[in-house]
């Protein structure tokens, strides 16, 4: 638009000054003299005889530069022209002309801020899936799953279950049945389970084991593992409190709880891991083993299972009750124990579910008595910690409160 | 930032101390007896610096800022800030390493580093999972999943060094141009895996072929606008430097293993007793504690002889490498002292060995303040609902912090000294060659960044 001022000496009140200027083509640096016009930053040739370009003050953009320096490029380049401006007063008038230039790093200062709120919603974001969004993921994935495959996973699961088994009691054998003076136990045991797996016709095997261990607990694994612990063995009764607890497990490995659960624990860690960075974090097998032995399902799945229980108890001939009663029992113990607040009423609506559709019938019995007997001997090594061959009514002092592991909820 | 320019002038390459000299004498022949003038650094604005010369602008203190404070953006945002943390270092890095009097440009934006990141993140976890899934469904056994992921950890890792190298080149901006880098991260990555594997069937003799064979591959595929780049320097003579420090550190441990395996009675070795027992008196004369003892003592030394050492060879291949690079008829040197590198990490031992008896300090002093505190106002701890998730949340935040301030510590006294140490001993050849390079065309993406950074390798 306008010529260039034909003397250098004209008092030409745009500011103007030195500065290098590479074109973006070749690496030539040439000097120049740049001028603050109205319209645009003029880049005058160094002889003064033309104007070599003219920026508009819109497009100008800063590129990063040591201290003192300002450097300059343009909005959407292609070539890298870029200019250099070492004059301070000059570089002020710059500044002040172009509105993208960010001198005193308040743009900088709110782009920090944008990424420290975005990331807070993202972590938001993350926990709200975590909390919500995995459980439904989960239930989807869950049925889809291949039975061989579960299976497999299973067995993984269960190595590890084994070590930590094991690791708290190095003593003994960890699991009863196969001391000396164990076998009729193990004989008995596996009578229950096998006329249960019988009757069930579930596409599993199950293998149920007895862990020696004081704890009024059981628990399943993915693919047919149920662990039975020696202290709710000798809070049972009868044959059929035992057996219910364990068609309540078969339950949860029917229902595929198990496999549920360790979905969500590892998307879970899988979800933060990633966001921290951290992505192939191991181990998760050992995630899943200590989410099994730590977590207790859901309300819901554990209605399930206990009606599973009801269903294969009736037709096995047994009776569909017991799995209330020892539920209650062990119930009445934890009141006293512990501040489980929450698990009385629970039981007691579970109580009543399982008394409602439980029909009325002469259960049939699943042991005789000498080997009922022998069953609840099972774990000869386990010193007699219950009183429940005289009526486990009155709260048991010797129980010891167990360790960190909050398992012995009442979720069989 | 003047007076240590001032300082490294004075310090030229004729004032070196002479406890140099045997490193030194191997060095490439001597630059072009320039007689330096004892100038003081030309401030920015004012007269150009010698040409060829390489300088870093930048000072500790502006980095310290930059990186403290990047830490607790890190530690507010669980990490997200770092892919803006690491553009902004790079911006301060690059920006301040001036070369024949211009400085370097970083154009690279967080977001594509973000960008990059999740893409990686795309690739890697159907292959995370296919693993897992193939290790449940064909029974492989735990280990063989490991190593199936140490494999893929490996091979993805050397590709994803090439690839973000790449990223980095060409949001390298000097003077208008960008370096550009292409070949295969692939062919890379199998070139890098063979020599490493040599490298540890060697026992680190084959270091210096490695890296004149991978920087060789490197450079040919590197350019600055269209000037091509080589490798110059000879595995041989990193070789002969490097001898005598693998000798004084592996020496001890090969000297007591052999001698160790030279006394032990062989055909005694996994016979059995008369009573069924398994020998014991395999070990020769000097019995099996003597042997062990020599072993574990020769381990020992080896070890401290390495740490000790370690500055030199840090010293010794920056110059070996500085010195090979080559763009067209520009060629590098660089004089890093090995007494620079040993300040440099005897600077960062101390400021850890300070931080340590800070930390110690500050958190028995915390710790004593909220007891006295809470007794002055008689709650127990028992009393304090959710004590548990509090204690585990601040000894969280307490970790996570200690450890973003010792990273720091290490980026801003090991990583960045290092940076300073090496652009301030360099200096280019025939640098009016730079005022007749010609531009060349292409980008590429930041998917090797995400990768490295999705791998779990930080890098600047």
Redesign the interface.
């Known amino acids: 638009m306008s010529t260039a001022p034909e003397m250098p000496a004209a008092p030409a009140p745009p500011p103007r000054g030195e500065a290098f200027y590479f074109d973006g083509i070749t690496s030539k640096r040439h000097d120049v003299i740049v001028e603050a016009a109205a319209s645009a930053l003029r880049i005058i040739d160094d002889s003064q005889s033309h104007v070599v370009d003219a920026w508009n003050y819109a497009d100008l953009r800063a590129r990063s530069s040591p201290e003192g320096v300002m450097r300059l490029g343009r909005r959407g380049e292609v070539a890298l022209a870029r200019l250099e401006v070492r004059d301070a007063a000059l570089a002020a008038a710059i500044d002040e002309r172009a509105p993208a230039l960010d001198r005193g790093g308040a743009a900088d200062r709110r782009l920090r801020q944008r990424v420290v709120v975005l990331s807070l919603a993202a972590i938001a974001s993350v926990v709200l899936t975590a909390v919500f969004g995995m459980p439904v993921l989960a239930n989807k994935i869950t049925p889809i799953i291949p039975l061989r495959i579960e299976k497999k996973f299973g067995e993984a699961i269960d190595r590890q279950v084994r070590t930590m088994l094991d690791a708290e009691r190095s003593s003994e054998a960890f699991l009863c049945g196969a001391g000396a003076g164990e076998a009729p136990g193990r004989k008995a045991l596996d009578k229950v389970v096998q006329d249960l797996e019988q009757t069930a016709h579930a596409p599993y095997h199950f293998h149920v084991e007895v862990v020696r261990q004081p704890v009024t607990n059981a628990f399943a694994l993915p693919g047919g593992h149920i662990y039975v612990y020696d202290g709710l063995l000798k809070k049972s009764e009868t044959a059929h409190e035992l057996a219910g607890v364990i068609a309540h497990e078969m339950g949860h490995v029917v229902h595929r709880d198990g496999t549920r659960t360790v979905l969500e624990s590892a998307g879970l860690s899988f979800l933060f891991g990633m966001m921290l960075g951290d992505f192939v974090g191991g181990g998760a097998v050992v995630i899943a083993a200590k989410t099994i032995l730590s977590s207790s399902y859901s309300r819901h799945a554990e209605a399930a299972a206990d009606r599973y229980s009801v269903e294969l108890m009736q037709k096995a001939g047994g009776d569909p009750k017991a799995l209330g009663a020892i539920l209650s029992r062990i119930a009445a113990d934890k009141d006293e124990g512990f501040e489980l607040l929450r698990d009385h009423p629970e039981t007691k609506n579970r109580i009543a579910a399982i008394n409602a559709v439980s029909t009325e019938g002469r259960p049939q019995p699943l042991l005789s008595g000498a080997e009922w007997k022998a069953l609840k001997a099972i774990c000869a090594a386990l010193p007699d910690s219950g009183a429940s061959d005289n009526q486990a009514k009155s709260p048991d002092p010797s129980k010891p409160p167990t360790r960190a592991k909050p398992a012995p909820q009442a979720k069989p | 930032m003047h007076a240590r320019a001032r300082t490294s002038c004075r310090l030229g390459p004729n004032a070196w101390p002479n406890f140099m000299t045997d490193v030194a004498a191997l060095d490439p022949p001597p630059l072009p007896p320039v007689p330096l003038p004892p100038l003081p650094a030309p401030p920015?604005?004012g007269p150009p610096p010698l040409p060829g010369m390489m300088r870093f602008?930048?000072s500790e203190g502006?980095y310290w800022q930059l990186r403290i404070r990047g830490a607790a953006?890190l530690l507010?945002?669980?990490?997200?800030?770092?892919f803006?943390l690491m553009t902004d270092v790079r911006?301060?890095l690059?920006?301040?390493t001036?070369i024949a009097g211009?400085?370097l440009?970083?154009?690279g934006l967080?977001t594509e580093l973000l960008v990059g990141f999740l893409f990686a993140?795309a690739i890697?976890i159907p292959i995370?999972a296919g693993i897992?899934?193939a290790t449940?469904?064909f029974?492989l056994p735990?280990f063989a999943s490991?190593l199936g992921?140490l494999a893929l950890?490996v091979v993805f890792g050397a590709f994803a060094r090439y690839r973000a190298r790449r990223y980095r080149l060409t949001r390298t901006?000097?003077?208008?141009?960008?370096f550009h880098q292409d070949g295969s991260g692939w062919l890379y990555a199998l070139f890098a895996i063979l020599w490493w594997s040599l490298i540890i069937v060697s026992f680190g003799l084959a270091y210096p072929w490695a890296q004149a064979s991978l920087q060789r591959y490197m450079m040919r595929h590197t350019s600055y606008?269209k000037l091509p780049g080589r490798f110059d320097g000879s595995g041989w003579r990193l070789f002969v430097r490097g001898l005598p420090l693998w000798l004084v550190s592996l020496g001890p441990l090969l000297a007591a293993g052999g001698f160790a395996v030279s006394q032990i009675d062989w055909q005694a070795l996994g016979s059995v007793d008369s009573d069924g027992s398994l020998k014991i008196d395999f070990a020769g004369p000097l019995g099996a504690e003597a042997l062990i003892g020599f072993a574990v003592g020769g381990l020992g030394l080896s070890v401290l002889f390495a740490i000790l050492l370690y500055p030199v060879f840090q010293a010794i291949v920056y110059r070996w490498w500085l010195s090979g690079l080559r763009f067209g008829d520009i060629a590098v040197t660089s004089r890093l002292r090995i007494g620079r590198v040993y300040v440099i990490y005897l600077r960062y031992v101390g400021f850890v060995f300070l931080f340590m008896i800070a930390a110690g300090a500050a958190g028995g002093l915390l710790f004593g303040a909220f007891f006295a505190l809470l007794s002055a106002v008689q709650i127990s701890t028992h009393q304090i609902p959710g004590r548990e998730l509090i204690g585990a949340g601040v000894g969280l935040l307490v970790y996570a912090a200690f450890a973003l301030v010792l990273a720091a510590m290490h980026q801003v006294l090991v990583t960045f000294g290092l940076w300073r140490a090496a652009a301030q001993s360099a200096e280019i050849s025939n640098a009016p060659i730079?005022?007749?390079?010609?531009?060349k065309?292409g980008l590429s993406s930041a998917l090797g960044e995400g990768l490295v950074?999705?791998?779990?390798f930080g890098s600047v």
């Open positions: 920015i604005g602008l930048g502006a953006l507010v945002t669980l990490g997200i800030y770092r803006w911006r301060f690059w920006s301040n001036e211009e400085t440009e970083y154009d967080a993140i890697l995370y897992a899934m449940l469904a029974e735990d490991a992921g950890f901006v000097f003077r208008g141009l960008r606008g730079l005022d007749t390079i010609e531009a065309a950074d999705a791998l779990g």
